[in-house]
């Protein structure tokens, strides 16, 4: 069996980690490219949302690359993913294409894939316990990577030469991705921690802070939203995003209730304005809008795939958040025509905008 | 004397405006961009260094629009900004009080929500171009009107015909559709104006708080009916500023003028440039999975600009 999944922010790093230690065979998709997108946009309904066309591109190259098991999410909520596997599968069949179609049905059903896992371990004779300790070192390593990505995220703005902090990013990631057990992702950690604070800086920057939020698979894939976090870093602005795969498992097992900023937290502080869950993202875009603009964030920029519904609901109740706590909100509506420069002037204009602003307060 | 020269190079247009130091316009060139922004920003240049007044010496650039970026190598900008901080920059200059700026360009059409003198919002339209400038000019052409006339012949009409604006296309077949039916040309072009000014409200401006003064700009300001459309729809008076094609060009030249006053020398490369043979070539970076398309400016046989990467890999390597 050689399973594949669609690519996911460092979702792959954490598969990785978990398939040498103990299988099964996993085949990462090559990563996302123009190509991955042309397929998709080939194969897929046209006015399907963004990331349904690119995880299909995605299964593709994986069945090129000799995939023979496709796993996928689903949902039972009003959000498209619910219909994207049986639309998928359909697809890929009419392209000739063979395999197994596993659904991941609806995220909150941990005791479900406990016990896929669990059937799957016995059968490859995997013990218990090795079992569990691959997975926390798998874990574990996403948590470090996860770590990284916030540091650069932080330095980014500071940096004196463009482009920097994204290379030595790069670097570390592939570190970490490559060490096979706790001690050496100690090592890693501490080595690729110093690598980024040796990055030559501009301390005497004062970077504008913002935060992106919006639905999930835009916000955690560069790919898909045309590597806002670095564009952002690079005209002087500290971001940090809502959406981490540690952070959405860590929520539908319900261990982030201590956290400061966890998904929960956002639901609840939405409800003044939605007082119903619709589900997806809606409610947690709208909450966190609230908690980062108590924490006196300059801006919020709200990512959608073109002709997502809960976002839409989100975009509008955002307007009054953003009145209310007087915090700037950009609404970026993704589809595949984009080009850079819609992108950047928008960009650009929100940042000036907030600066402005600030200069303004000063005076 | 001292001048600030703003470049705004947009889809349709390619704008030139020259202040003095204290703001005033002194000269201004709208030309169309033709599909070659070199040529246009030259061409530009060219017959505005005619206008200027004798030993004026400019004391920085900007540049914005669409190919803010290639216009700022070629010419040696001071500042790159974008349109809608131009826009608003130099719209504010002229009107102080102006709280909502309507602009509809060539591709592009945006609103920018401002309160004090501070841009506190903007949009953009999206995904589609639908009721622009380029849309009009084609329509135009189909109907074999000029496009300087166009709004005259919407002004002329008693009773408007109903036409759907939502897309392009649609919007077309309508209007062939009510030709065909017997509908006068002036109340289909009227009718036209009023789906266009109906699907900016909806889409671009949906949700912004459209407080007076408005301001409506940009190359579409030109037309009356559109105007007209706007002040119906809106029920509130809507200004059209004497700079109204060219208002991004003197935004961008405030801009160099604010971004000198920090000190420092203009990169100006001089009226020269007019009779430099640029050129620019565009080539994929097969380096790694991201491909970018790098965009290599050259002046002569000298590369002198490389941007479109993300990695900073080709910008650095001059």
Not at chain 1, 287 to 305: H, K, S, T, V, W
Not at chain 2, 113 to 127: C, E, K, Q, S, Y
Not at chain 2, 178 to 201: F, M, P, S, T
């Amino acid at each position: 069996m050689k399973i594949t999944v669609p690519h996911c922010g460092q979702m792959d790093i954490f598969i990785n980690a978990l398939c040498r230690k103990i299988g099964p065979d996993f085949v990462i998709p090559p990563k996302t490219s123009p190509r991955t997108l042309d397929l998709g946009i080939k194969y897929s309904p046209e006015s399907t949302c963004l990331p349904f066309k690119f995880i299909l591109g995605n299964f593709i190259e994986a069945l090129e690359k000799g995939a023979d098991t496709i796993c996928m999410i689903s949902d039972h909520g009003p959000c498209r993913v619910g219909m994207y596997d049986i639309v998928m599968q359909n697809i890929l069949r009419e392209m000739g294409y063979q395999f197994n179609w596993i659904t991941m049905d609806d995220t909150r059903i941990l005791r479900s894939y406990l016990l896929k896992f669990d059937r799957e371990r016995r059968k490859r004779k995997v013990s218990l316990v090795e079992a569990i300790r691959a997975l926390l070192f798998s874990w574990k390593k996403m948590n470090v990577c996860e770590e990284m990505e916030r540091w650069t995220h932080k330095m980014r703005p500071y940096e004196v030469d463009r482009g920097e902090t994204t290379r030595v990013s790069l670097e570390c990631l592939r570190l970490i991705d490559g060490v096979t057990d706790l001690k050496e992702l100690k090592i890693a950690r501490e080595d690729a921690l110093s690598r980024l604070a040796n990055i030559e800086q501009d301390r005497t920057r004062q970077p504008l802070k913002m935060v992106i939020t919006g639905e999930g698979y835009m916000v955690i894939n560069p790919h898909a939203n045309q590597d806002i976090e670095r564009r952002l870093g690079e005209m002087g602005v500290e971001v940090t995003r809502t959406m981490w795969f540690t952070s959405q498992i860590a929520h539908a097992m319900r261990l982030d209730l201590l956290k400061k900023r966890s998904k929960s937290k956002a639901i609840r502080a939405s409800k003044r304005y939605l007082p119903h869950n619709i589900g997806g993202e809606c409610n947690a875009s709208i909450g966190y809008a609230i908690l980062y603009a108590r924490e006196a964030y300059d801006g919020l920029i709200q990512l959608l795939p073109f002709g997502c519904m809960l976002e839409s609901v989100a975009k509008n109740i955002l307007r009054i958040v953003s009145k209310d706590y007087d915090m700037p909100i950009l609404t970026f509506s993704l589809a595949e025509n984009l080009s850079e420069t819609t992108i950047t002037t928008r960009l650009s204009a929100f940042v000036d905008l907030i600066q402005r602003k600030r200069k303004g307060r000063e005076k | 004397m001292k001048g600030y020269l703003g470049i705004d190079v947009g889809s349709v247009s390619t704008n030139l405006a020259v202040i003095d130091e204290e703001g005033t316009v002194l000269c201004h060139r709208y030309l169309l961009t033709h599909g070659q922004p070199i040529r246009a920003v030259q061409e530009a240049l060219r017959e505005i260094s005619t206008y200027l007044p004798k030993g004026m010496e400019i004391r920085g650039v900007g540049t914005t629009g669409s190919a803010r970026q290639l216009a700022g190598v070629m010419v040696g900008a001071d500042v790159v900004k974008n349109e809608i901080t131009a826009h608003a920059i130099g719209t504010t200059h002229f009107f102080p009080h102006a709280r909502t700026i309507l602009e509809i360009g060539g591709q592009d059409s945006k609103i920018i929500i401002i309160r004090d003198g501070l841009v506190v919002d903007f949009a953009m339209n999206t995904v589609c171009a639908a009721g622009t400038g380029s849309f009009l000019d084609q329509q135009a052409l189909r109907l074999g009107i000029p496009i300087d006339q166009f709004g005259r012949y919407a002004l002329r009409s008693k009773s408007s015909a109903r036409i759907a604006g939502r897309c392009t296309v649609f919007a077309e077949s309508d209007m062939v559709h009510k030709q065909q039916i017997g509908c006068n040309l002036e109340d289909i072009i009227a009718g036209l104006c009023e789906a266009l000014v109906r699907n900016y409200l909806n889409n671009v401006a949906k949700g912004k708080e459209i407080l007076e003064s408005i301001i409506f700009q940009g190359g579409v300001a030109a037309n009356e009916g559109i105007q007209s459309a706007f002040e119906g729809e809106l029920g509130k008076k809507i200004y059209i500023p004497k700079f109204f094609n060219v208002m991004g060009a003197i935004g961008a030249a405030f801009l160099a003028q604010e971004q000198m006053d920090g000190g420092g020398k203009t990169h100006f490369k001089g009226f020269e440039v007019i009779n430099l043979h640029c050129k620019t070539r565009s080539l994929e970076c097969k380096e790694c999975e991201n491909e970018c398309e790098i965009v290599e400016f050259s002046i002569g046989e000298e590369v002198t600009a490389y941007w479109g990467d993300r990695c900073g890999k080709w910008e650095n390597k001059l």
